[in-house]
């Protein structure tokens, strides 16, 4: 098990309570990544440092949208 796997295992049992197996949890973990990798390049292509907090959850917001 990678350390995306084990991340994904130890979030789904120790903060959510579920359990899955191996094979789903390689499954949770690469669809996390893809993600992840999608909220970054839009925060990257829209907010600098200095941002507010709350511009974060509006370039979430216009994103699911599209």
Sequence with gaps: MDDKTKTAAGIATDLQGLKYDDARLAEIAAELAVLNDA????AAQRLTF???PAAFASVLAREARK
């Design 39 to 42: 909220v970054r390049s839009a």
């Design 50 to 52: 200095d941002d507010e």
